[in-house]
């Protein structure tokens, strides 16, 4: 198996990676939310969707 950040051969000891350095690279890059999913308007809750449920939160 191949580290996934530079593409040498990974170390057990930091498996998938091949170092400490590439596995903080990779950590760095989910920390800054590089990996993130983009979102769509579908993805989102409608107007009516929020208004329930924001009335639900009060009547409790």
Do not use: V
């Not at 051969?9 to 939310?33: E, M, N, V």
Request: glycine content about 4%; hydrophobic content about 25%.
């Amino acid at each position: 198996m191949s580290c996934p950040m530079c593409q040498k051969d990974s170390d057990p000891k930091y498996r998938p990676f091949c170092s400490k350095r590439c596995a903080d690279l990779d950590l760095g890059k989910w920390l800054k939310g590089d990996y993130a999913i983009p979102a769509t308007e579908e993805d989102l809750p409608e107007d009516a969707e929020i208004a329930r449920a924001e009335e639900q939160e009060t009547r409790h």
